[in-house]
């Protein structure tokens, strides 16, 4: 059984910044790419942020030069740093991860979801 905590959501103000962090437990042998994804209300769910198991980054036009997505391959953990936030930020964020389970069996997971609310 493999499990998705995240931390980190809340208010903020516009310019300011926030830190959002992703823990993977359970039965694990590999964790592949990881990500953030994030859903405002009546909008489809978008990527934010990807990162290979190498840690080489990828990031949606709209958050490039303010958004940071990290990892720590010993912890199970990834990291969104979030800075300059915007109103248009405001979403709930998920984590995703693929992750080899320790019988081999390759499985796409998804944290619970954090709010992120960026008042004007």
């Known amino acids: 059984q493999v499990q998705l905590v995240e931390s980190g959501g809340g208010l903020e103000q516009a310019g300011g910044s926030l830190r959002l962090s992703c823990v993977v437990a359970g039965s694990i042998f590999r964790i592949g790419a990881m990500g953030w994804y994030r859903q405002a209300p009546g909008k489809q769910r978008e990527l934010v942020a990807s990162?290979?198991?190498?840690?080489?980054?990828t990031y949606v036009d709209s958050v490039k030069g303010r958004f940071t997505i990290s990892r720590d391959n010993a912890k199970n953990t990834v990291y969104l740093q979030m800075h300059s936030l915007k109103p248009e930020d405001t979403a709930v964020y998920y984590c995703n991860a693929d992750v080899f389970d320790r019988v081999m069996i390759l499985r796409d997971y998804w944290g619970q979801g954090t709010q992120v609310t960026v008042s004007s």
């Open positions: 990162i290979t198991s190498g840690g080489s980054a």
